[in-house]
């Protein structure tokens, strides 16, 4: 959609780069051209010896760039002469060093120059998907190429592909044991040198959601405080994570296909690694929108992936338990051995909606530090991501959410919720939506299905989300945090400014309160208005998932319930604990919230 601005920059520069090196390429000796889809530029490699000559033809051939910007613009909001100005200016000045700069960018790793500058947003995106990678079912080596093997897009196969997990083709079953990567070479293939990929410094926190690519030397997360827990493998650690070029199964006879298959949704969330964009205001929230990198990060649920180069470098990087557990002739070279993750990236348009505590109620807590509050914020993601379909009129599929953290200035930190195109480069969904006409045109959509409470018309009202509101395949992985009430308190949060904890929690808080109360003995009443379930050693105050039950900081309602029943004489100064378990907690874990009290 040439609408878009960075959609038609891409192109404008595809077609310069088009002209120019038609022009200048054939001067230099042994010049490959090659024959990528994304351009015919020549490899990365080469770079270095057409760029003068790039640049020079760039920087004196104005009319021939203002005549092809002309064509490119027309009936679009971009065919003024200002715009004309600054597209071509930017090419004509601007443009080779941007590509020398992505050439010189360890992160991206394709060898043709037209795909690594797709990769990195400045060219488009053609072909789908581009950055799929593969599982090597059979060694490439004295046999005809291609092996057999299976294909999944990058960020899926970080997932699908790592070490452990099961793939089924063609009735069997394929263990992958872990990375390595092949290319044609005559007949057959050959080994392509560090199959491990491009290398990352990463700084990651499983309470908050941040990531960083640094190192930042520190025991604890500089958002939310919290350090690494290794008994439990969460909190903040720092570690390397890689960008596999291919992956390799045990490469032996694969097991017979029975009919079922154990899969288990190990997958890194989406995450952004603090995109620089501006912000503005829209309703009670802050909103940022444009191009920015995507990860998705498979830790291994906190251990991370042990892989040790083979010393016949054509098996690659293997799993040392893995291979041992399925009997891999392999030997490895365990003394090499590396602790990592596996990651992808594509640069997309994202969408960042954020709370601005400054029009938020008082006793809100607005940042994501429990299940609970987690629970909250995925389920307003996933509720925008369906709103969002429905207002591009696309599948909800080419659209990913996520949540990440923003740290104030003021102190503190805030959750935000993010939205992003699915596509590398961005479709411009997210950039759409990221304007006045389109953020109005999915709060007002949002809206509507919150007032329907996400049910089709005579649908059964769920208690927490089913498949008729905020559940589907692609989001199995939250599937235990996902709660539609929670989705619809943060839009109104976020939207209004208010948050009526009793709105929709009324009669769903009260039948878990007797459930609650029946199975355990203890006795109910309402003390301030508010749920309380005790006896004559301890009480629970039931809250809403998202007040804020720090004694400085909740709201009036809260604290009243809390001085009476310390008047009562519960509380720790008393010696009879008085906790305060969400709705959330006391529908999915009540075990959980009963042997918190001791």
């Given at each position: 959609?040439?609408?878009?601005?960075?959609?038609?920059?891409?192109?404008?520069?595809?077609?310069?780069?088009?002209?120019?090196?038609?022009?200048?390429?054939?001067?230099?000796?042994?010049?490959?051209?090659?024959?990528?889809?994304?351009?015919?530029?020549?490899?990365?490699?080469?770079?270095?010896?057409?760029?003068?000559?790039?640049?020079?033809?760039?920087?004196?051939?104005?009319?021939?760039?203002?005549?092809?910007?002309?064509?490119?613009?027309?009936?679009?909001?971009?065919?003024?002469?200002?715009?004309?100005?600054?597209?071509?200016?930017?090419?004509?000045?601007?443009?080779?060093?941007?590509?020398?700069?992505?050439?010189?960018?360890?992160?991206?790793?394709?060898?043709?120059?037209?795909?690594?500058?797709?990769?990195?947003?400045?060219?488009?995106?053609?072909?789908?998907?581009?950055?799929?990678?593969?599982?090597?079912?059979?060694?490439?080596?004295?046999?005809?190429?291609?092996?057999?093997?299976?294909?999944?897009?990058?960020?899926?196969?970080?997932?699908?592909?790592?070490?452990?997990?099961?793939?089924?083709?063609?009735?069997?079953?394929?263990?992958?044991?872990?990375?390595?990567?092949?290319?044609?070479?005559?007949?057959?293939?050959?080994?392509?040198?560090?199959?491990?990929?491009?290398?990352?410094?990463?700084?990651a926190c499983s309470a908050c959601g941040g990531?960083?690519?640094?190192?930042?030397?520190?025991?604890?997360?500089?958002?939310?405080?919290?350090?690494?827990?290794?008994?439990?493998?969460?909190?903040?650690?720092?570690?390397?994570?890689?960008?596999?070029?291919?992956?390799?199964?045990?490469?032996?006879?694969?097991?017979?296909?029975?009919?079922?298959?154990?899969?288990?949704?190990?997958?890194?969330?989406?995450?952004?690694a603090r995109p620089e964009l501006d912000a503005?205001?829209?309703?009670?929230?802050?909103?940022?929108?444009?191009?920015?990198?995507?990860?998705?990060?498979?830790?291994?649920?906190?251990?991370?992936?042990?892989?040790?180069?083979?010393?016949?470098?054509?098996?690659?990087?293997?799993?040392?338990?893995?291979?041992?557990?399925?009997?891999?002739?392999?030997?490895?070279?365990?003394?090499?051995?590396?602790?990592?993750?596996?990651?992808?990236?594509?640069?997309?348009?994202?969408?960042?909606?954020?709370?601005?505590?400054?029009?938020?109620?008082?006793?809100?807590a607005l940042h994501a530090d429990t299940p609970?509050?987690?629970?909250?914020?995925?389920?307003?993601?996933?509720?925008?991501?369906?709103?969002?379909?429905?207002?591009?009129?696309?599948?909800?599929?080419?659209?990913?959410?996520?949540?990440?953290?923003?740290?104030?200035?003021?102190?503190?930190?805030?959750?935000?919720?993010?939205?992003?195109?699915?596509?590398?480069?961005?479709?411009?969904?997210?950039?759409?939506?990221?304007?006045?006409?389109?953020?109005?045109?999915?709060?007002?959509?949002?809206?509507?299905?919150?007032?329907?409470?996400?049910?089709?018309?005579?649908?059964?009202?769920?208690?927490?989300?089913?498949?008729?509101?905020?559940?589907?395949?692609?989001?199995?992985?939250?599937?235990?945090?996902?709660?539609?009430?929670?989705?619809?308190?943060?839009?109104?949060?976020?939207?209004?400014?208010?948050?009526?904890?009793?709105?929709?929690?009324?009669?769903?808080?009260?039948?878990?309160?007797?459930?609650?109360?029946?199975?355990?003995?203890?006795?109910?009443?309402?003390?301030?208005?508010?749920?309380?379930?005790?006896?004559?050693?301890?009480?629970?105050?039931?809250?809403?998932?998202?007040?804020?039950?720090?004694?400085?900081?909740?709201?009036?309602?809260?604290?009243?319930?809390?001085?009476?029943?310390?008047?009562?004489?519960?509380?720790?100064?008393?010696?009879?604990?008085?906790?305060?378990?969400?709705?959330?907690?006391?529908?999915?874990?009540?075990?959980?919230?009963?042997?918190?009290?001791?």
């Amino acid at each position: 959609d040439l609408k878009s601005e960075p959609v038609l920059r891409r192109a404008f520069l595809a077609e310069a780069l088009r002209q120019a090196f038609a022009a200048t390429a054939p001067e230099v000796f042994g010049f490959d051209e090659g024959s990528n889809v994304h351009g015919r530029f020549g490899r990365v490699a080469d770079w270095d010896a057409v760029s003068t000559r790039i640049a020079r033809w760039l920087s004196t051939h104005e009319a021939e760039l203002r005549q092809a910007f002309a064509v490119l613009a027309v009936a679009t909001p971009h065919d003024s002469q200002a715009d004309a100005d600054r597209m071509v200016q930017w090419v004509m000045t601007d443009a080779v060093g941007a590509i020398s700069g992505v050439v010189r960018d360890p992160q991206f790793s394709a060898e043709d120059l037209s795909e690594r500058l797709a990769e990195a947003g400045l060219l488009p995106m053609l072909g789908f998907p581009t950055q799929q990678r593969l599982l090597y079912l059979e060694p490439p080596w004295n046999r005809r190429w291609p092996p057999s093997s299976v294909d999944r897009d990058a960020a899926l196969a970080v997932v699908s592909f790592a070490p452990g997990s099961e793939i089924v083709k063609d009735k069997g079953v394929y263990t992958a044991v872990g990375v390595a990567a092949y290319q044609r070479a005559g007949a057959s293939g050959r080994v392509v040198s560090d199959p491990l990929g491009t290398e990352l410094e990463v700084s990651a926190c499983s309470a908050c959601g941040g990531l960083w690519l640094e190192h930042k030397g520190l025991q604890q997360c500089e958002t939310c405080g919290t350090p690494w827990d290794a008994d439990r493998r969460t909190g903040y650690l720092e570690f390397a994570a890689v960008m596999p070029r291919g992956y390799r199964a045990t490469f032996s006879r694969p097991a017979d296909f029975r009919g079922w298959l154990e899969w288990n949704p190990r997958s890194g969330r989406a995450r952004l690694a603090r995109p620089e964009l501006d912000a503005r205001p829209a309703a009670n929230a802050m909103i940022r929108s444009g191009p920015a990198q995507v990860y998705q990060l498979n830790d291994n649920g906190g251990r991370l992936y042990t892989l040790a180069p083979a010393a016949d470098e054509r098996h690659g990087w293997l799993d040392p338990d893995e291979a041992e557990q399925h009997s891999v002739d392999v030997q490895l070279q365990e003394d090499s051995a590396r602790s990592l993750a596996l990651a992808a990236r594509k640069t997309t348009d994202v969408l960042l909606i954020s709370p601005d505590p400054e029009r938020c109620p008082p006793g809100v807590a607005l940042h994501a530090d429990t299940p609970a509050r987690r629970g909250a914020w995925y389920s307003f993601a996933f509720l925008l991501r369906s709103a969002a379909s429905r207002v591009l009129d696309v599948d909800a599929g080419e659209i990913d959410v996520g949540v990440t953290p923003e740290r104030l200035r003021a102190g503190g930190w805030v959750s935000q919720v993010f939205l992003s195109d699915y596509l590398e480069n961005g479709a411009g969904y997210s950039t759409y939506l990221g304007t006045e006409e389109g953020f109005a045109a999915l709060l007002a959509e949002a809206r509507r299905a919150a007032a329907e409470a996400l049910h089709r018309p005579g649908g059964e009202v769920c208690d927490s989300a089913c498949y008729d509101c905020l559940k589907d395949y692609r989001n199995m992985a939250f599937h235990g945090l996902l709660d539609w009430r929670l989705g619809c308190d943060v839009l109104d949060l976020l939207v209004d400014g208010t948050l009526e904890t009793g709105r929709r929690w009324q009669e769903l808080g009260s039948a878990a309160a007797r459930a609650f109360s029946g199975a355990f003995g203890l006795c109910e009443q309402s003390v301030c208005g508010r749920h309380v379930l005790l006896d004559d050693d301890a009480a629970l105050l039931l809250v809403h998932p998202l007040e804020d039950v720090r004694e400085a900081a909740m709201g009036d309602e809260l604290a009243e319930a809390v001085v009476e029943l310390r008047d009562r004489g519960y509380g720790d100064q008393h010696g009879k604990p008085l906790t305060m378990p969400t709705y959330f907690d006391l529908l999915r874990r009540p075990g959980w919230v009963w042997t918190s009290l001791w």
